[in-house]
């Protein structure tokens, strides 16, 4: 069992930046590949980034690639999303997700853990 939880959510202007932070329990943290993904007021959750395992291969929606980067610490039992040059239509509860499998996935069924969500506001 895997236990998920996300900080550094919060509000800011369009074109600041902030950093989502995702904290596992659990002693194989370096055999799941991670995610992050979003959910804003009535839409679909969406794939926003994933990195691998070992963290030697991430991948980005095309809405964030170039603005965010994903990163993690495997000693810390982290990841890290930084994001940049954020857009009002960034504005989501951001979830971070585990998978049982060292390679990273945009499918949102692919992952077995999720944690329960930070929001991230950006005003124009």
């Known amino acids: 069992q895997v236990q998920l939880v996300e900080s550094g959510g919060g509000s800011v202007q369009a074109g600041g930046s902030l950093t989502l932070s995702c904290a596992a329990s659990?002693?194989?943290?370096?055999?799941?590949?991670m995610g992050w993904f979003r959910q804003a007021p009535g839409k679909e959750r969406e794939f926003v980034s994933a990195?691998?395992?070992?963290?030697?291969?991430?991948v980005y929606s095309d809405s964030v690639k170039g603005r965010f980067t994903i990163s993690r610490d495997n000693a810390k039992n982290t990841v890290t999303l930084q994001m940049n040059s954020l857009k009002p239509e960034d504005t989501a509860v951001y979830y971070c997700?585990?998978?049982?499998?060292?390679?990273?996935?945009?499918?949102?069924?692919?992952?077995?853990?999720w944690g329960q969500g930070t929001q991230v506001t950006v005003s124009s």
């Open positions: 997700a585990a998978r049982r499998n060292p390679s990273p996935s945009s499918q949102a069924y692919a992952y077995n853990y």
């Open positions: 990195i691998s395992a070992s963290g030697g291969g991430a």
């Open positions: 659990g002693r194989t943290f370096s055999n799941y590949a």
